[in-house]
């Protein structure tokens, strides 16, 4: 199964986190979606790429912060990312979508529950409690999930499998290739590789705090220690994938962890 690390502030993945989910004898991939903000059927938060990941999909979770942080709604969140989807193709607000009530752990998000479910429940829709953080409730909702998509596409183990294949994920990042720093001038190092390319890929460099995770990231996996190793000095450049990052002493000395 797909353990993907997610931290918890706000600013989101550019491309989906993928993972495959075993259940018994039956497999499914999964597609980790970044978050759609009000407007993104217009494009709002790059939210014509995200779409059309969703497009994709066979059957849609929709994930509901029942603790109703930073006092959110979440009837009235989940009523504006299904406006989202239904403006930008209608189809979508047809395909089958199973609530997941997160964060049950949290104060509040039981009386939530309680306010939002038979609401929820009188629109057609199923809810599903679950506690990412204790994992309560998980087991059931896979089990769910493989029970719908097995009556829905009975012999289509290997089509699911190549689903993978659809979401627009680069070729170079599905390949393995090991991590590798070269000096290419003066002052500027390349760094290639599967997981320092993925990293600068699926996180917002332009945001200042995906891109500390991004830095925090890129030191677990070594870059930084080989840079040092090649000679990389603060002031100059390191290019990973399309990204340029200016190198300080903070970085090459590791602090950020």
């Not at 989807?85 to 395909?95: E, G, I, S």
């Not at 590798?180 to 705090?209: Q, S």
């Amino acid at each position: 199964a797909a353990r993907p690390k997610i931290a918890d502030y706000p600013f989101t993945t550019l491309v989906p986190n993928l993972g495959t989910v075993r259940v018994d004898h039956f497999s499914f991939v999964v597609a980790d979606v970044p978050g759609l903000i009000e407007g993104a059927h217009r494009g709002a938060g790059l939210g014509h790429n995200f779409l059309k990941h969703i497009e994709r999909c066979h059957l849609l979770l929709h994930l509901l912060d029942m603790s109703g942080s930073e006092g959110r709604d979440p009837l009235r969140d989940f009523k504006i990312i299904n406006d989202e989807l239904r403006l930008f193709n209608p189809k979508l607000a047809q395909r089958t979508q199973l609530v997941v009530a997160n964060k049950m752990d949290l104060p509040g998000a039981l009386e939530n529950l309680k306010r939002c479910e038979p609401v929820l429940q009188a629109q057609g829709f199923e809810v599903y409690p679950i506690s990412a953080v204790t994992g309560d409730g998980i087991p059931q909702l896979i089990r769910r999930v493989a029970e719908l998509l097995k009556a829905t596409l009975p012999h289509e183990d290997e089509r699911i499998f190549e689903e993978r294949d659809k979401l627009m994920i680069p070729e170079a990042l599905q390949r393995s290739r090991p991590l590798h720093v070269e000096k290419v001038a003066d002052g500027l190092f390349c760094v290639t590789g599967d997981n320092a390319e993925r990293i600068t890929y699926m996180l917002d460099m332009h945001n200042l705090e995906a891109r500390r995770e991004a830095e925090r990231r890129l030191e677990r996996v070594g870059v930084f220690k080989l840079l040092r190793r090649a000679g990389a000095k603060p002031g100059d450049r390191v290019q990973i994938g399309d990204e340029i990052i200016e190198l300080d002493a903070n970085l090459l000395g590791g602090a950020r962890r």
